[in-house]
């Protein structure tokens, strides 16, 4: 089992920063695997913002390339999302997601972060 937890969200105004943690605990063989951050607006279906490997690759989507970084501590299972520029659509609730392959698939959820950017 693995269990994450998320912390950073918040209000903050347009053209602001922001920057979101993920740490991740639990089962050692299942902790060197992707991570990655979604995003649910509301009335919207959940998105991908970005993933990144173990080993530090990345994947961004278009809407953010430019003005959103992820880093990852493996030492410290955690994930950051640093987010810049923020516009007020990219305003919705954020998760954290770990997933891999152990003999089966696995994929892990936290519980999510609200992330209200004003105009």
């Known amino acids: 089992q693995v269990h994450l937890v998320e912390s950073g969200g918040g209000l903050v105004q347009a053209g602001g920063p922001l920057r979101l943690s993920c740490a991740a605990s639990?089962?050692?063989?299942?902790?060197?695997?992707?991570m990655g951050w979604y995003r649910q607006a509301p009335g919207k279906q959940r998105e991908l913002v970005v993933t990144?490997?173990?080993?530090?690759?990345?994947d961004y989507a278009d809407s953010v390339k430019g003005r959103f970084t992820i880093s990852r501590d493996n030492a410290k299972n955690t994930v950051y999302l640093q987010m810049n520029s923020l516009k007020p659509e990219d305003t919705a609730v954020y998760s954290c997601?770990?997933?891999?392959?152990?003999?089966?698939?696995?994929?892990?959820w936290g519980q999510g972060t609200q992330v209200t950017v004003s105009s």
């Open positions: 997601n770990l997933a891999g392959v152990v003999g089966a698939k696995y994929s892990y």
């Open positions: 639990g089962s050692i063989s299942r902790l060197s695997a992707m």
């Open positions: 990144i490997t173990y080993g530090g690759t990345t």
